[in-house]
Every structure is written in structure tokens, then in C-alpha cells.
């Protein structure tokens, strides 16, 4: 079975500040994994994935993940938070089948 | 190319009605998705269909909801009769390749509400 667990369902940071955003996942195999992100009354959209060769990976606006495969997690993080940034970030993995599992969501707010 | 697109964007009816939501997946894609999203229970897959086909359907909650594909640019979701406990935002996402190979397309979503 696969699932992922995302701690913390509302992180604040300051405009600038660093961003942290935590996944951990659990998966007999290596899994691929995404960070979706999801602005207010709009679908998801993919900011990055792992899926094979290079444990850090870059995402759009700024964003990289780093997969860790002994602590079985792949942590979001962006060196300074924009308020643009406020959003509800959403980690998921696969393997088998053709089943996401998503996290249950992490709402990201920004203070200026 | 055009995202895929979702309708309604919202609809609001009443208990008991019959619902249908339509999606028009991306151009070339063969996976299909539909999701549901609570604050209750986060997103939630309810089925997929591949070239049309529906593979998976084991998260479709009762027999009040089925899903069609009968070609590979629509699809529909229906919940008939529907119920208050149905509310919620319901997501259409397409992909080349599957889960897998990386990336899901999502659409706008159709917020239902039913009073």
C-alpha cells in the first residue's frame, strides 16, 4: 500500500522568509512523487516530480524538492516566500497502477 | 491546446436530483481521471478510464454515481439521485501515459451544491 502523509495543514511564513513545506511517504518500492500546487477555484497544477536519476529536483517559480529516500521523504522548500506563493500544496505519489495518492493538503499563507 | 475543460463550473440543485458533469479531456491524452475534493476528506479518486475503458471504479461511493466515456475527447459523471452529502468540488484530469509518467491535467472543477 502507498500513502503520504503531509504535517502541518496550514504553514505561515513571512514575505521573503524561507519556505518548508513537509511530505513523508510510505511505499514497499521507490515511488514517484509530485508536489501539486492549487490556487484558490482553480484545478491542480504540477510544480515538480521525481520520478528517477537526480534526488533534487527544481520545480517552476522557485520551487525545489528533495527526494530522501531513507527518510522516505521529499520536503518542499523555496528560499523566500512571495505572496504569490499563498496557495494549497499538495504531495502525492504512484508506483503500480495508475493511482495518485494524494496528501490531504497543505495550505501555504503568506504575511507581507 | 486548451486545458481541460470542465461544465458546469458550478451548480447548485436540490436533493434528489439527477446531476451530470462533463469533461472534455486534452487533445491525445488516454487516461482519464475524476476526483473529488471535501474539506472533510481531501481529494478523493472515484474513477479512470484508459482509451476509453473504465479500469478502476472502485472509488466511486454508491451506485448513485456512474461515469461514461463514450469517446475519447468527453466524459460524463452523473450522480442521480443526489444527496447534501454529495457537495463538493469535482475534478476532471487527464494524462499521456498514465499516473506514472508523471503529470495530471487538471480542469477548473464543478463545485457542486446540493440543498
Known amino acids: 500500500a502507498q500513502s503520504v502523509t503531509q504535517l502541518g495543514s496550514h504553514v505561515s511564513v513571512s514575505e521573503g522568509a524561507l519556505v518548508l513545506l513537509r511530505c513523508n511517504y510510505s511505499s514497499s518500492v521507490p515511488p514517484y512523487l509530485f508536489w501539486y500546487v492549487q490556487y484558490p477555484n482553480q484545478g491542480l497544477q504540477l510544480l515538480l516530480k521525481y520520478t528517477t536519476g537526480a534526488t533534487l529536483v527544481k520545480g517552476i517559480n522557485g520551487f525545489e524538492a528533495e527526494f530522501k529516500k531513507s527518510e522516505t521523504s521529499f520536503h518542499l522548500t523555496k528560499p523566500s516566500a512571495h505572496m504569490s506563493d499563498a496557495a494549497e500544496y499538495f504531495c502525492?505519489?504512484?508506483?503500480?497502477?495508475?493511482?495518485?495518492?494524494f496528501g490531504t493538503g497543505t495550505s501555504l499563507t503568506v504575511i507581507p | 491546446d486548451a486545458g481541460v475543460i470542465q461544465s458546469p463550473r458550478h451548480e447548485v440543485t436540490e436533493m434528489g436530483q439527477e446531476v451530470t458533469l462533463r469533461c472534455k479531456p486534452i487533445s491525445g491524452h488516454d487516461y482519464l481521471f475524476w476526483y473529488r475534493q471535501t474539506m472533510m476528506r481531501g481529494l478523493e479518486l472515484l474513477i479512470y478510464f484508459n482509451n476509453n475503458v473504465p479500469i478502476d471504479d472502485s472509488g466511486m461511493p454508491e451506485d448513485r454515481f456512474s461515469a461514461k466515456m463514450p469517446n475519447a475527447s468527453f466524459s460524463t459523471l452523473k450522480i442521480q439521485p443526489s444527496e447534501p452529502r454529495d457537495s463538493a468540488v469535482y475534478f476532471c484530469a487527464s494524462s499521456l501515459g498514465g499516473a506514472n509518467t508523471g503529470e495530471l491535467f487538471f480542469g477548473e472543477g464543478s463545485r457542486l451544491t446540493v440543498l
Open positions: 502525492a505519489v504512484s508506483r503500480t497502477g495508475n493511482q495518485f495518492y
